[in-house]
């Protein structure tokens, strides 16, 4: 329900772009026939609909999804409004607000999110109650109207003439008009049925109804009803001449209701603006033919202009798409290059990208690196988050950096948007995460602490010792004594293995497959010094050790000698293998 | 007699209704389907709802009036003259022959009745 919710903020965001290109250009547009504006507002309604859209580089759509439905789960969230001022006065704040604290399960900007959308589907149904009780008073008021004659009826509950119904439009009329006014009237109401307004008006109004958080929406429905009335009016004086156009703006003006409510379905005459309405009647004059051109062809344009989404952005080189996720390491002291080269256009707009990292005590450089004279532009970091923003960068190609001096680095890049032609604002978001560089660790830890326990006991020339683990549980633990250092414990079963290898042959000579217990003392700065290793004792002793020792669940994997033997025995074969192949071909290049 | 009000659209249904009463309601909405219009539920409807007031009665599905014709028109020009007139017929009668044309048929008959009401 949430990504229905951001699909439709998104597309209002979207439309809202579009009203306001429609508003200035209706402006501009004032003598062009209202016909022509009408359709522009039809252009709005396709924008709020259609999901999808062809993209192009004409397009002046800021951005074509501006809440990414990630925001939920992302560990920063932003969002990207394709207006790089807009970006960095939001940005910031969203992030300090929203980002999930890290160890909490709920991201605050889902349970958010959560709310709006049933906030919008409440004021969705609400809405929808209200037209829907508005429509049957109305139907039930005017029930004991009077045929005229076709489908023109007359009732002494109309104020205002107006067209009611979807399939079967009907004319109401009030009581005593005089034959004048009635002749205007009935001209004007059956001109919006074959212009089909009965559809239209319902149609924006259903939209607003479902976008109606976006009080822009409300603003091109109050002028999509003018215009209606005023491409109506102009049908139906297009063939009068100038004293009955005079008459018509005196039922016009006779006629006139001041209602200030928007409803959805009676085409009222009198309803909207009369005074522009006079104006535009007494002032029509047939437009010139390229009056009419210029209109379409702005017109068109708008369409192309705000139909279409933003293009992908072009990648000048590299070979992957928005979205991938790199990961690769850094030794220290390493710099890393992030994949694609940029190419900036021009000098003038400071750019901002946001990178986010764990552990937060790192000290991380990145930035910019011209790729002719090596200068960078960087920004420092230490807390797990930054924004950065450089201004003045000259044009020219970059590539973008990162790098730590301190320690082992694995990190990952997800590009979330990135624009190389131009002077766009690009933001990627990036981690670097030192787990795997942890785990990574702590394997090392225990292989080395394995050959170590195992070294002693007769191993002769020519033998080689390996081992392989599969940890089943660890443990965090506090400060074994006054070294204050954190300990854990590391539950594994440990198969230690030792080959020969003559004639090509591979040989097994001797090893031991024992659950193993390790604790370690775990430094700051992640090294693991061996505090204690623990095997259990033989015979009967063996099962009850191993349950007294091993944690929870482990225990039963623990005593389980079927379960890792095959994959252990594999790895210790293959590392045999590698060892000995790499001998051989040694030994014969010597 | 407190008239009760009777709107343009029910007014009309009346005047079907005095051209034809007594009827019985199935062909009372038979004509009010032709001549107004109306669907056979409005028609039941506005019967019901004259009948509330004590304009018509509905008595074994045979419709009849309460009250005539003249007794409404001359309700009518009671309310107008009061409302608009300050309660001076004089005053609704010359504004009447002012503004509209009275033919000399038309005079000739008001005479007659003002010399009937002179009398009688």
């Known amino acids: 329900m949430e990504a229905v919710f951001l699909g439709a903020l998104n597309r209002s965001i979207t439309a809202g772009w579009l009203v306001l290109a429609v508003v200035v250009l209706r402006l501009l547009l ?36 501006t809440v990414s439905p990630e925001i939920l789960y992302t560990r920063s969230p932003t969002i990207q409004t394709g207006i790089p001022a807009l970006n960095s006065a939001v940005n910031p704040l969203i992030l300090q607000s929203f980002t999930p604290a890290v160890g909490v399960s709920a991201n605050p900007l889902q349970i958010w999110t959560f709310l709006a959308s049933v906030l919008w589907l409440m004021g969705i149904a609400a809405m929808l109650l209200y037209t829907l009780i508005s429509y049957i008073r109305l139907q039930r008021r005017v029930q004991t109207a009077v045929l005229l004659r076709e489908n023109i009826w007359q009732s002494e509950y109309v ?68 215009d209606i009335e005023l491409a109506c009016d102009e049908r139906v004086i297009r063939d009068l001449g100038g004293e009955a156009r005079a008459d018509y703006s005196a039922t016009l003006l006779k006629c006139s209701v001041s209602r200030s409510s928007i409803a959805a ?63 690769f390491t850094l030794e220290p002291s390493e710099t890393a290059y992030y994949p694609p080269e940029i190419t900036l256009q021009d000098d003038s707009s400071p750019l901002q990208y946001t990178l986010t990292y764990s552990p937060s005590d790192l000290r991380v450089e990145f930035g910019l690196m011209a790729e002719d004279d090596g200068t960078e532009y960087l920004t420092e970091s230490v807390g797990g988050r930054a924004i950065g923003r450089i201004r003045d960068v000259p044009a020219g190609k970059y590539r973008v950096f990162i790098r730590s ?28 995460d030192d787990t795997q560089q942890k785990a990574r660790s702590l394997d090392a830890a225990i292989t ?3 050959l170590e ?8 020339a020519g033998e080689f010792a390996c081992e392989s683990h599969a940890i089943l549980a660890t443990e965090a633990g506090g400060p074994a004594d006054s070294n204050q250092t954190d300990t854990m414990t590391v539950y594994a079963l440990v198969l230690y293995q030792r080959y020969t290898y003559a004639d090509g042959e591979l040989a097994e000579s001797s090893g031991s497959y024992i659950p193993t217990a390790l604790t370690f003392d775990v430094s700051v700065s992640g090294e693991y010094m061996l505090r204690e290793y623990w095997i259990p004792r033989d015979g009967s002793y063996y099962a009850d050790d191993i349950r007294e020792k091993f944690p929870g669940s482990s225990a039963q994997d623990a005593l389980d ?27 014969e290049t010597k | 007699m407190e008239m009760p009000k009777i709107f343009e659209s029910e007014y009309r249904f009346c005047l079907i209704l005095w051209n034809h009463e ?53 309700a009518e020009i009671d309310e107008l003259v009061e409302k608009k007139f300050e309660g001076s017929m004089p005053a609704f009668l010359a504004a009447f022959a002012k503004h509209q044309k009275l033919s000399q048929e038309d005079v000739d008959a008001v005479q007659g009745m003002i010399d009937q009401y002179r009398e009688g």
């Open chain 2, 22 to 74: 007594p009827i019985k309601s199935t062909e009372l909405v038979k004509l009010c389907q032709e001549q107004l219009g109306w669907k056979p539920t409005t028609t039941y409807t506005v019967i019901k709802r004259l009948s509330e007031r004590g304009v018509v009665k509905n008595e074994k599905t045979v419709v009849t009036s309460l009250v005539s014709k003249d007794e409404v028109q001359a």
């Open chain 1, 405 to 432: 001096s301190e320690k082992n680095l694995e990190y990952s890049v997800t590009a979330k948007s990135l624009t190389i032609e131009g002077n766009m604002a690009f933001d990627f978001a990036g981690t670097i």
């Open chain 1, 159 to 226: 104020t205002s003439p107006f067209v009611l119904g979807i399939i079967c439009p009907r004319i109401y009329l009030p009581f005593g008009m005089s034959e004048e006014d009635m002749t205007h009237v009935i001209a004007h109401e059956q001109t919006h049925i074959r212009r089909r307004d009965h559809w239209w008006k319902p149609l924006g109004f259903f939209l607003l109804i479902v976008y109606w958080f976006n009080p822009l929406l409300w603003m091109a429905y109050v002028l999509l009803c003018r």
């Open chain 1, 30 to 65: 004032k003598k062009a026939p209202k016909r022509i504006t009408c359709l522009l507002w039809a252009l709005v309604a396709i924008r709020l609909v259609c999901p999808f859209s062809y993209e192009s580089a004409l397009s002046l759509i800021p951005s074509a999804e």
């Open chain 1, 448 to 450: 080395a602490a394995v």
């Open chain 1, 453 to 460: 326990e195992n070294r002693d006991a007769h191993i002769s």
């Open chain 1, 265 to 327: 379905c009676p085409l009222a005459f009198g309803e909207v603006g009369v005074k522009q309405r006079v104006k535009n009647v007494l002032n029509y004059k047939k437009p010139a033919f390229w009056v009419i051109l210029v209109a379409v062809i702005a017109g068109l344009s708008v369409a192309v202009c705000f139909l279409t989404d933003p293009a992908a952005p072009k990648i000048a080189d590299g070979n992957f798409t928005l979205g991938d996720t790199f990961s």
């Open chain 1, 561 to 587: 000698d079927q379960k890792y033997i095959e994959l252990l025995q594999k790895d210790c074969d293959t590392q045999a293998q590698t060892y000995f192949s790499g001998a051989d071909v040694a030994a």
